[in-house]
């Protein structure tokens, strides 16, 4: 019997995963495994002929029960892999898979491919991979649950590396003035690879550690306990809190932490880690046991769960609306009435609202956050009993405006989030537009029972001059919006209120939740630190015009209302993308919440304009469309009008390019002479 390790060549040196191939394939040899070499091509158009002869080629020396450990991706694309694999296991193989990547993990265009991964990893008997939270993400997605796994902790790094600390650019170090070294920043360029370190480890940290250079990361990546209990470095939650500790640590403190990584560094220079791995993979291919022996079915990581509030409300039809905010890890919650009885369960761990059907007014109720565990649901946190409360509302701060077109179906949900919102002085008006279906009484009830609530009734004219009729009656220092078909978060009134506050913001912004049929998704969301004074110029400029398909909604934000009574909606189709920008372009200052507190959700509504807008033809598309760019371009700030139109030439050239039609470009050609 005889042991083999895949080892992909082809690429620079210099590569990062050329790197970690070779060195694995390096320590593996120590161990008398031998390397079976691939080349590095796209294989995606070659024939089935040509790949099974390419492989049989490559696996032609094993023999039955020889044991084969694919380090993947091997970068030649899952239809290689699967070849490659199923090879192995003709020729009677045995197969390890060590992790380098989850690719549909770590890319977010690559998403759709996570089930054929999954799959393709489930031909194997062992796997090691990156960290517990990563078997755990396996698991939950379909992994065998008798599938072994080696946890790999971290890279090694056995050759010396190619920086000393004198060679790091600024960006890769934060340093400390008093000792004039620093620590090595091993961050995220986004929130998408922020997510991808809770479960993966990158080989920039062993770098710095054998460099003998202390790191800094983020909180919440896998290896956070392995940096702090070996104290070689810090945990932070952003870049500020890393600066301002770095900047308040004594010498004595810093060259602590640089003793503490010297200490660590032989471990991986000697390649301890991944000798460790390939050892125990080797033996659990004899050991049915190995593998699970002391690995716990769940790791959980609970932080500090707790309610911050819940809100009983009566609703539309005799029923009573229950609203609570959680901070913390969950699985689901559960709703209990005043005796302990369950009277709902959700493994939605995002949902905050619960309608309750067929109990009277006087009923109280607990909410409760849970895990999983193999003995059942464990309660982790449980809000106090919650009754229906006496109303308390003076004057109005902030005006929400909701529009309403024969919305019977949901508006009740979206007016009960609303009133839960833990920011007593909101106003809460409600324009119908013309509705023939029960909307009005609906809306009538709401009215009469709830102080905050004003309605007011126009003919139908579009939900642009039902918001404009909202503005011209609002009373509050800020104005936002909701639509009838989707809720916002408990804490969004108050979270942007007081952050615009703070900073004396005219627009305050919050990520938001797609909510498909398949889950939610977090969207709209910028690389901007929280709760700070960004100038328009620089938001619009960096972060709106890159993301502004989605940016153009009007309703994930709240505006200074003396802004937005000068500067009313136009009556045009799409009316959100000629307001936004204009309106942004007479706004100085604006802030930023990733709080994901607005829900756009399309599994309720007709969206019927977005039908009948795509069922015209191309040339009325343009029509409209060019009405929309004009009116932001003839009618916003001056000062701003360099910005208006780069906004202009990327919309207009993606328009050209998905819809295939050139007046869109004669537009631009237009625009750029005229203005």
């Not at 390790?5 to 082809?10: A, D, H, P, Y």
């Not at 990158?202 to 550690?209: M, N, P």
């Not at 640089?258 to 390939?278: E, H, I, K, N």
């Amino acid at each position: 019997m005889s042991v083999y390790i895949t080892r992909i060549n082809g690429m620079a040196l210099e590569n990062t995963e050329q790197y970690r191939q070779n060195m694995v394939a390096g320590i593996a040899h120590r161990l008398g495994i031998k390397e079976m070499g691939i080349y590095r091509y796209n294989g995606e158009a070659e024939s089935a002929e040509s790949l099974n002869a390419r492989i049989d080629g490559i696996i032609a020396g094993i023999n039955r029960e020889d044991l084969v450990i694919c380090q993947f991706p091997t970068g030649n694309g899952l239809k290689f892999e699967w070849a490659l694999v199923n090879h192995l296991k003709a020729y009677g193989g045995r197969i390890s898979i060590f992790l380098h990547d989850l690719e549909p993990l770590r890319y977010e265009e690559k998403a759709a491919g996570l089930r054929e991964a999954v799959n393709l990893y489930n031909q194997a008997e062992v796997m090691i991979i990156p960290s517990l939270a990563m078997r755990q993400f396996l698991l939950d997605n379909r992994i065998r649950k008798e599938m072994k796994f080696v946890i790999q902790e971290m890279w090694d790094y056995v050759s010396e590396p190619s920086f000393s600390l004198a060679s790091v650019s600024k960006e890769e170090m934060i340093f400390n003035e008093l000792s004039k070294a620093g620590f090595g920043l091993v961050w995220y360029k986004g929130m998408h690879e922020c997510q991808y370190m809770e479960y993966s480890i990158l080989l920039s940290l062993s770098k710095f550690l054998i460099a003998g250079i202390p790191v800094i990361v983020p909180k919440g990546i896998c290896v956070q306990g392995l940096i702090e209990e070996n104290s070689l470095g810090l945990a932070v939650e952003s870049l500020e809190e890393a600066v301002n500790k770095v900047e308040a640590m004594t010498e004595a403190e810093y060259q602590g932490y640089v003793q503490c990584v010297q200490q660590f560094a032989p471990a991986l220079r000697g390649g301890y880690y991944t000798q460790r791995c390939l050892a125990e993979t080797m033996q659990m291919f004899y050991r049915k046991d190995a593998g699970r022996l002391s690995v716990p079915e769940r790791i959980y990581n609970l932080g500090q769960p707790a309610f911050s509030s819940t809100v009983l409300k009566e609703s539309y039809g005799g029923n009573l609306a229950l609203s609570w905010s959680y901070k913390g890890n969950t699985d689901g919650f559960l709703v209990c009435d005043a005796d302990g009885k369950v009277v709902f369960d959700t493994n939605n761990v995002h949902q905050h609202y619960y309608l309750i059907k067929g109990h009277e007014k006087e009923s109280c109720f607990v909410v409760k956050a849970y895990v999983e565990t193999l003995k059942g649901k464990l309660v982790i946190a449980e809000s106090g009993l919650t009754c229906l409360e006496e109303e308390k509302y003076e004057s109005p701060r902030v005006s929400l405006i909701i529009p309403a077109y024969n919305s019977e179906d949901y508006v009740a949900r979206s007016i009960d989030t609303a009133l839960a919102q833990s920011f007593p002085d909101l106003e809460i008006i409600i324009v119908d537009d013309g509705s023939t279906d029960d909307t009005p009484e609906i809306l009538g009830w709401y009215a009469e029972k709830y102080a905050n609530v004003i309605i007011f009734r126009q003919e139908n004219s579009g939900p642009a001059a039902a918001r404009n009729t909202g503005i011209r009656q609002a009373k509050g220092e800020y104005i936002g919006f909701v639509d009838s078909d989707d809720m916002i978060h408990p804490d969004m009134i108050t979270g942007l209120f007081y952050s615009a506050k703070k900073n004396d913001c005219d627009i305050a912004i919050t990520s938001a939740y797609w909510i498909k049929e398949t889950g939610y998704e977090c969207f709209i969301r910028y690389e901007i630190e929280e709760n700070i004074v960004i100038s328009f110029e620089d938001f619009f400029d960096t972060h709106y015009i890159k993301e502004c398909g989605f940016g153009t909604i009007v309703w994930n934000k709240i505006y200074r209302a003396s802004l937005v009574k000068k500067h009313l909606f136009p009556l045009l189709i799409a009316e959100d993308e000629a307001w936004t920008p204009y309106v942004m372009s007479y706004a100085e200052k604006i802030c930023y919440l990733d709080g994901c507190f607005y829900e756009y959700d399309r599994t309720v509504g007709k969206d019927t304009l977005s039908k009948s807008v795509k069922s015209r033809s191309r040339e009325e598309q343009f029509l409209s469309y060019e009405s929309v760019v004009m009116f932001y371009l003839q009618n916003g700030n001056r000062k701003q009008i360099g910005l208006l139109k780069r906004l202009a030439e990327k919309r207009l050239s993606e328009k050209e390019k998905n819809l295939a039609y050139e007046e869109y470009r004669n537009l631009w050609q237009r625009i750029e002479k005229d203005f």
